[in-house]
Protein backbone atom coordinates (compact mmCIF):
# COMPACT_ATOMS: atom_id res chain seq x y z
CA UNK A 1 0.00 0.00 0.00
CA UNK A 2 3.41 2.55 0.58
CA UNK A 3 3.49 4.10 -3.00
CA UNK A 4 7.00 2.03 -2.81
CA UNK A 5 5.78 -0.52 -3.33
CA UNK A 6 3.03 0.66 -6.13
CA UNK A 7 6.00 2.21 -8.02
CA UNK A 8 8.96 -0.07 -7.00
CA UNK A 9 11.56 1.50 -9.49
CA UNK A 10 10.91 5.43 -9.72
CA UNK A 11 13.47 8.28 -10.97
CA UNK A 12 13.31 11.10 -8.60
CA UNK A 13 14.33 14.73 -9.70
CA UNK A 14 15.63 16.79 -6.84
CA UNK A 15 17.36 20.36 -6.87
CA UNK A 16 19.41 21.94 -4.66
CA UNK A 17 19.94 25.38 -4.97
CA UNK A 18 23.42 26.67 -3.39
CA UNK A 19 24.20 30.24 -2.93
CA UNK A 20 27.59 30.42 -1.82
CA UNK A 21 28.37 27.34 0.90
CA UNK A 22 24.47 27.47 2.26
CA UNK A 23 21.39 25.42 0.57
CA UNK A 24 18.96 28.25 -0.56
CA UNK A 25 16.37 25.99 -1.14
CA UNK A 26 16.50 21.91 -1.68
CA UNK A 27 13.31 19.17 -1.29
CA UNK A 28 13.62 19.80 2.14
CA UNK A 29 13.11 23.27 2.22
CA UNK A 30 10.47 22.93 -0.36
CA UNK A 31 8.25 20.87 2.17
CA UNK A 32 8.30 23.02 4.99
CA UNK A 33 7.38 25.52 3.02
CA UNK A 34 4.27 23.79 1.56
CA UNK A 35 4.09 22.47 5.30
CA UNK A 36 3.32 26.06 6.44
CA UNK A 37 1.22 26.92 3.49
CA UNK A 38 -1.12 24.44 5.05
CA UNK A 39 -0.71 25.14 8.76
CA UNK A 40 -0.08 28.68 8.60
CA UNK A 41 2.43 28.14 11.33
CA UNK A 42 6.07 27.55 11.42
CA UNK A 43 5.25 24.83 15.10
CA UNK A 44 2.49 23.33 13.47
CA UNK A 45 4.86 22.45 10.01
CA UNK A 46 7.32 21.33 12.07
CA UNK A 47 5.25 18.83 13.74
CA UNK A 48 3.87 17.47 10.57
CA UNK A 49 6.50 17.05 8.49
CA UNK A 50 8.85 15.83 11.68
CA UNK A 51 11.00 18.20 12.24
CA UNK A 52 11.97 19.87 15.33
CA UNK A 53 11.08 23.76 15.86
CA UNK A 54 14.73 24.68 16.12
CA UNK A 55 15.57 23.06 12.97
CA UNK A 56 12.37 24.57 11.08
CA UNK A 57 12.99 27.32 12.44
CA UNK A 58 16.84 27.62 11.29
CA UNK A 59 15.48 26.56 7.53
CA UNK A 60 13.01 29.15 7.58
CA UNK A 61 15.66 31.84 8.71
CA UNK A 62 17.93 30.47 5.80
CA UNK A 63 15.65 31.03 3.19
CA UNK A 64 14.59 34.50 4.35
CA UNK A 65 17.92 35.45 4.31
CA UNK A 66 19.21 34.17 0.84
CA UNK A 67 16.24 35.77 -1.28
CA UNK A 68 15.96 39.60 -1.01
CA UNK A 69 12.89 39.55 0.40
CA UNK A 70 11.43 36.85 2.82
CA UNK A 71 9.44 33.65 1.97
CA UNK A 72 7.44 33.36 5.04
CA UNK A 73 6.12 36.03 7.37
CA UNK A 74 5.81 35.18 11.00
CA UNK A 75 3.99 36.94 13.62
CA UNK A 76 6.01 36.73 16.85
CA UNK A 77 4.71 35.88 20.43
CA UNK A 78 1.15 34.67 21.49
CA UNK A 79 0.33 31.01 22.36
CA UNK A 80 2.18 28.44 20.05
CA UNK A 81 4.79 31.30 18.83
CA UNK A 82 2.51 33.19 16.91
CA UNK A 83 1.44 32.42 13.26
CA UNK A 84 3.41 32.22 10.05
CA UNK A 85 2.49 33.10 6.57
CA UNK A 86 3.91 32.65 2.89
CA UNK A 87 4.76 35.79 1.18
CA UNK A 88 4.16 36.01 -2.40
CA UNK A 89 7.51 35.22 -3.23
CA UNK A 90 7.11 31.94 -0.78
CA UNK A 91 4.50 30.92 -3.17
CA UNK A 92 5.99 31.50 -6.11
CA UNK A 93 9.04 30.12 -5.71
CA UNK A 94 7.36 26.59 -4.28
CA UNK A 95 5.79 26.66 -7.50
CA UNK A 96 8.69 27.26 -9.94
CA UNK A 97 10.82 24.52 -7.61
CA UNK A 98 7.82 22.18 -8.69
CA UNK A 99 7.62 23.43 -12.37
CA UNK A 100 11.71 22.59 -12.25
CA UNK A 101 10.97 18.84 -10.98
CA UNK A 102 8.33 18.35 -13.18
CA UNK A 103 10.23 19.60 -16.24
CA UNK A 104 13.00 17.77 -15.36
CA UNK A 105 11.15 14.54 -15.21
CA UNK A 106 9.12 14.98 -18.50
CA UNK A 107 12.59 15.55 -20.27
CA UNK A 108 14.56 12.95 -19.07
CA UNK A 109 11.73 10.13 -18.97
CA UNK A 110 13.46 8.60 -22.08
CA UNK A 111 16.96 8.31 -20.29
CA UNK A 112 15.24 6.91 -17.35
CA UNK A 113 13.47 4.45 -19.44
CA UNK A 114 16.60 3.11 -20.99
CA UNK A 115 17.99 2.86 -17.48
CA UNK A 116 15.03 0.96 -16.15
CA UNK A 117 14.96 -1.83 -18.54
CA UNK A 118 18.02 -2.56 -16.95
CA UNK A 119 16.69 -2.99 -13.36
CA UNK A 120 15.34 -5.25 -11.64
CA UNK A 121 12.06 -5.79 -9.74
CA UNK A 122 12.70 -5.55 -6.40
CA UNK A 123 10.99 -8.00 -4.47
CA UNK A 124 7.59 -7.49 -2.84
CA UNK A 125 7.99 -6.92 0.74
CA UNK B 1 39.36 30.48 -5.76
CA UNK B 2 36.53 27.72 -4.94
CA UNK B 3 34.08 26.69 -7.52
CA UNK B 4 31.67 27.93 -5.21
CA UNK B 5 33.28 31.30 -5.01
CA UNK B 6 33.02 30.90 -8.84
CA UNK B 7 29.61 30.18 -9.44
CA UNK B 8 28.03 31.28 -6.11
CA UNK B 9 24.37 30.90 -6.97
CA UNK B 10 24.17 27.42 -8.76
CA UNK B 11 21.42 24.95 -9.75
CA UNK B 12 22.01 21.32 -9.45
CA UNK B 13 20.02 18.49 -10.39
CA UNK B 14 19.88 15.20 -8.47
CA UNK B 15 18.61 11.97 -9.41
CA UNK B 16 17.60 9.42 -6.89
CA UNK B 17 17.24 6.33 -8.67
CA UNK B 18 15.02 4.02 -6.34
CA UNK B 19 14.10 -0.09 -6.66
CA UNK B 20 11.67 0.01 -3.83
CA UNK B 21 13.43 1.69 -0.58
CA UNK B 22 16.78 0.86 -2.37
CA UNK B 23 18.92 3.43 -3.43
CA UNK B 24 20.02 2.11 -6.76
CA UNK B 25 21.85 4.89 -8.31
CA UNK B 26 22.29 8.65 -6.87
CA UNK B 27 24.80 10.99 -6.96
CA UNK B 28 27.57 8.94 -4.77
CA UNK B 29 27.22 5.93 -6.80
CA UNK B 30 27.78 7.54 -9.66
CA UNK B 31 31.13 9.52 -8.75
CA UNK B 32 32.02 5.97 -7.35
CA UNK B 33 31.72 4.44 -10.24
CA UNK B 34 33.74 7.35 -12.19
CA UNK B 35 36.20 6.92 -9.84
CA UNK B 36 36.21 2.65 -9.81
CA UNK B 37 36.77 3.83 -13.99
CA UNK B 38 39.38 5.63 -13.43
CA UNK B 39 41.30 3.63 -10.85
CA UNK B 40 40.52 0.66 -11.74
CA UNK B 41 40.63 -0.59 -8.10
CA UNK B 42 37.78 -0.44 -6.16
CA UNK B 43 39.93 0.54 -2.77
CA UNK B 44 41.95 3.24 -4.86
CA UNK B 45 38.56 4.45 -5.77
CA UNK B 46 36.97 4.71 -2.21
CA UNK B 47 39.89 6.20 -0.97
CA UNK B 48 40.42 8.74 -4.02
CA UNK B 49 36.72 9.99 -3.36
CA UNK B 50 36.85 9.79 0.19
CA UNK B 51 34.75 6.56 1.33
CA UNK B 52 35.76 4.28 3.43
CA UNK B 53 36.46 0.97 1.40
CA UNK B 54 33.56 -0.93 3.40
CA UNK B 55 31.01 1.40 1.88
CA UNK B 56 32.68 1.80 -1.49
CA UNK B 57 31.94 -2.13 -1.34
CA UNK B 58 28.44 -2.14 -0.09
CA UNK B 59 27.43 0.79 -2.82
CA UNK B 60 29.03 -1.29 -5.81
CA UNK B 61 27.39 -4.72 -3.92
CA UNK B 62 23.80 -2.65 -3.91
CA UNK B 63 24.57 -1.53 -7.70
CA UNK B 64 25.01 -5.11 -8.79
CA UNK B 65 22.45 -6.19 -6.91
CA UNK B 66 19.86 -3.76 -8.60
CA UNK B 67 20.11 -4.36 -11.85
CA UNK B 68 19.78 -7.33 -13.94
CA UNK B 69 23.55 -7.60 -14.75
CA UNK B 70 26.58 -5.89 -12.61
CA UNK B 71 27.54 -2.63 -13.54
CA UNK B 72 31.29 -3.31 -11.73
CA UNK B 73 33.27 -6.80 -12.46
CA UNK B 74 35.99 -7.39 -9.90
CA UNK B 75 39.08 -9.85 -9.82
CA UNK B 76 38.85 -11.20 -5.79
CA UNK B 77 42.49 -11.33 -3.99
CA UNK B 78 45.85 -10.37 -4.58
CA UNK B 79 47.77 -7.37 -2.96
CA UNK B 80 44.86 -5.07 -2.26
CA UNK B 81 41.92 -6.70 -2.91
CA UNK B 82 42.54 -7.16 -6.43
CA UNK B 83 40.78 -4.73 -9.62
CA UNK B 84 37.71 -3.29 -10.24
CA UNK B 85 36.33 -2.47 -14.04
CA UNK B 86 33.33 -1.26 -15.38
CA UNK B 87 31.16 -3.40 -17.66
CA UNK B 88 29.42 -2.09 -20.52
CA UNK B 89 26.48 -1.51 -18.98
CA UNK B 90 28.42 0.32 -15.58
CA UNK B 91 29.82 2.82 -18.39
CA UNK B 92 26.19 2.65 -20.18
CA UNK B 93 24.51 3.88 -16.65
CA UNK B 94 27.06 6.64 -16.06
CA UNK B 95 26.59 8.07 -20.09
CA UNK B 96 22.57 7.99 -18.90
CA UNK B 97 22.62 9.28 -15.39
CA UNK B 98 25.18 12.10 -16.83
CA UNK B 99 22.62 12.60 -19.73
CA UNK B 100 19.94 12.83 -17.06
CA UNK B 101 21.75 15.73 -15.28
CA UNK B 102 22.46 17.66 -18.20
CA UNK B 103 19.00 17.26 -20.21
CA UNK B 104 17.01 18.86 -16.45
CA UNK B 105 19.64 21.16 -16.59
CA UNK B 106 19.36 22.70 -19.50
CA UNK B 107 15.06 22.29 -19.63
CA UNK B 108 14.83 24.26 -16.46
CA UNK B 109 16.66 26.86 -17.05
CA UNK B 110 14.11 29.58 -17.53
CA UNK B 111 12.46 28.27 -13.78
CA UNK B 112 16.76 28.56 -12.34
CA UNK B 113 16.37 32.04 -14.36
CA UNK B 114 13.27 33.20 -12.96
CA UNK B 115 14.16 31.79 -9.64
CA UNK B 116 17.90 33.33 -9.30
CA UNK B 117 16.56 36.79 -10.26
CA UNK B 118 15.33 37.10 -6.26
CA UNK B 119 18.68 35.67 -4.91
CA UNK B 120 20.98 37.78 -2.57
CA UNK B 121 24.47 37.21 -3.98
CA UNK B 122 26.01 35.31 -1.56
CA UNK B 123 29.07 37.52 0.85
CA UNK B 124 32.21 36.38 -0.96
CA UNK B 125 34.23 34.47 2.01
Redesign the interface.
Known sequence: MTS??NK???????????????I??GPGKIDLLEAIQRQGSISQAAKEIKLSYKRAWDMVDTMN?????PLVASSTGGKGGGGAQLTP?GN??ID??R??ES??E???QA??N??QR??????DS
Chains 1, 2 share one sequence.
Request: glycine fraction near 2%.
Open positions: ARPLRCKPRFRIMAGDVALHCFKELQMLYSMTAKSTDWAIHLKQPP
